[in-house]
């Protein structure tokens, strides 16, 4: 039985890393690349003389149009198609955007070509990938809203904040605490959500519908 393919697109300035993305997951029957694209403004071309793909990895720094605004571009003309950040660093201030513009989730340059499949899959089927940050437990609360824990006033609030751009000094200040309080707000949520991470709290936030952007 024939495999169905995922159409994908890659945006990312840097040539070489394009084309080895290309290449390397033109090697899976599950994928079929449509096109690539240096940045947002090349990618509109495409979209127009190319068939639609279903996943875009999306390079972050661009020069012309970044991914940000690409990003936010595409969930307004094209909501259909899925966005899957590509991220250099574990930068959590530009993944955090990125999901605001619309990204399902991200994926390190460096991971191995395996797990960036799965990602792409993940995204596709899910509409999200939420990587090692978050559990399986995470992932069963956003497709089941009943599974959700008890979460405080306080600790809704700490969400909230941890959504922008105040650095957890910031917050304290704004929620007229202690730094101590605030790291002990950002471990209650850790435990309880199994989270590791400042993004892996924003994803919740986003994906459980708690906050709107």
Not at 16 to 31: Q, V
Not at 97 to 106: D, F, T
Not at 175 to 192: A, G, H, I
């Given at each position: 039985?024939?495999?169905?393919?995922?159409?994908?697109?890659?945006?990312?300035d840097h040539t070489l890393f394009r084309n080895g993305i290309?290449?390397?997951?033109?090697?899976?029957?599950?994928?079929?690349?449509?096109?690539?694209?240096?940045?947002?403004?090349?990618?509109?071309?495409?979209?127009?003389?190319?068939?639609?793909?279903?996943?875009?990895?999306?390079?972050?720094?661009?020069?012309?149009?970044?991914?940000?605004?690409?990003?936010?571009?595409?969930?307004?003309?094209?909501?259909?198609?899925?966005?899957?950040?590509?991220?250099m660093f574990e930068d959590d201030k530009a993944v955090i955007?990125?999901?605001?513009?619309?990204?399902?989730?991200?994926?390190?340059?460096?991971?191995?070509?395996?797990?960036?499949?799965?990602?792409?899959?993940?995204?596709?089927?899910?509409?999200?990938?939420?990587?090692?940050?978050?559990?399986?437990?995470?992932?069963?609360?956003?497709?089941?809203?009943?599974?959700?824990?008890?979460?405080?006033?306080?600790?809704?609030?700490?969400?909230?904040?941890?959504?922008?751009?105040?650095?957890?000094?910031?917050?304290?200040?704004?929620?007229?605490?202690?730094?101590?309080?605030?790291?002990?707000?950002?471990?209650?949520?850790?435990?309880?959500?199994?989270i590791k991470s400042r993004t892996g709290l924003v994803l919740?936030?986003?994906?459980?519908?708690?906050?709107?952007?």
């Amino acid at each position: 039985m024939e495999t169905e393919q995922i159409n994908i697109a890659i945006v990312d300035d840097h040539t070489l890393f394009r084309n080895g993305i290309a290449a390397l997951m033109s090697e899976f029957n599950e994928l079929r690349v449509v096109f690539d694209a240096e940045n947002g403004k090349q990618l509109q071309q495409m979209l127009l003389n190319h068939p639609q793909p279903q996943v875009i990895l999306m390079d972050i720094n661009m020069p012309v149009m970044d991914g940000y605004e690409t990003t936010k571009w595409l969930k307004a003309k094209y909501p259909q198609i899925k966005v899957l950040a590509l991220s250099m660093f574990e930068d959590d201030k530009a993944v955090i955007q990125m999901i605001k513009c619309g990204a399902g989730g991200y994926v390190l340059k460096e991971s191995k070509p395996r797990e960036l499949l799965e990602a792409i899959k993940s995204i596709y089927n899910k509409g999200s990938y939420l990587n090692e940050m978050v559990s399986g437990k995470l992932i069963r609360s956003i497709t089941d809203v009943e599974t959700l824990p008890h979460i405080s006033k306080k600790e809704e609030e700490f969400l909230r904040l941890s959504c922008s751009e105040l650095t957890y000094k910031e917050i304290a200040e704004v929620m007229f605490v202690s730094p101590r309080t605030v790291d002990n707000y950002r471990e209650s949520l850790f435990q309880k959500l199994n989270i590791k991470s400042r993004t892996g709290l924003v994803l919740y936030a986003i994906q459980n519908e708690i906050f709107k952007f």
